[in-house]
Nanobody, 113 residues
Framework: VQLVESGGGLVQPGGSLRLSCAAS????????MGWARQVPGKGLEWVSG???????YYTDSLKGRFTISRDNAKNTVYLQMNSLKPEDTAVYYC????????WGQGTQVTVSS
């Protein structure tokens, strides 16, 4: 079982990034998936989730800026992040929702001018 996040980087405020999470070792299409983020020294914050049927949910503060999607054929879940703010700086992780798998290495997102 493996979750591999990618797509992070350094972006200016107002910019966009698209994160990807490639999953393997389990029946991806059977599981709800989600993204969480963590700032050093703080707890994990759940960002967004997507069910097997494609329905989605977001933490209220991120609605309208982030969009989660999935491609079951590619066993991949995505997080499109627009209008990024410095407070979005964090390491972003994916997992099943609720969490059932070991966490991956995450992908660092840094929003700074």
């Amino acid at each position: 079982v493996q979750l591999v996040e990618s797509g992070g980087g350094l972006v200016q405020p107002g910019g966009s990034l698209r994160l990807s999470c490639a999953a393997s070792g389990f029946t991806f299409s059977d599981y709800a998936m989600g993204w969480a983020r963590q700032v050093p020294g703080k707890g994990l914050e759940w960002v967004s989730g997507i069910y097997s049927d494609g329905s989605t949910y977001y933490t209220d503060s991120l609605k309208g800026r982030f969009t989660i999607s999935r491609d079951n054929a590619k066993n991949t879940v995505y997080l499109q992040m627009n209008s990024l703010k410095p407070e979005d700086t964090a390491v972003y992780y994916c997992n099943t929702a609720p969490v059932t798998l070991p966490w991956g290495q995450g992908t660092q997102v840094t929003v700074s001018s």
